[in-house]
């Protein structure tokens, strides 16, 4: 496995990680997962671009 594609599954893991489903963290919005998804974005992008 490339460096790429294990990066890919641990920030798929975290965003699955970031979700808010817990009563505390409900209140924090979109910030956590959206930044996890912006940075999956980017790293898939650079994958198909052959970067990675």
Same mark, same amino acid.
Request: glycine letters at 14%.
């Given at each position: 496995?490339? &460096?790429?594609? !294990?990066?890919? &599954? !641990?920030?798929?893991? =975290? +965003? #699955?990680?970031?979700?808010?489903?817990?009563?505390?963290?409900?209140?924090?919005?979109? =910030?956590?997962?959206?930044?996890?998804?912006? !940075? +999956? &974005? !980017?790293? #898939? #992008?650079?994958? +198909? +671009?052959?970067? #990675?």
């Amino acid at each position: 496995m490339s &460096i790429g594609t !294990i990066l890919l &599954i !641990i920030l798929v893991l =975290f +965003l #699955i990680g970031a979700l808010p489903r817990w009563p505390h963290s409900a209140n924090w919005g979109y =910030f956590p997962s959206g930044g996890l998804g912006a !940075i +999956l &974005i !980017i790293v #898939i #992008i650079l994958m +198909l +671009l052959g970067r #990675i």
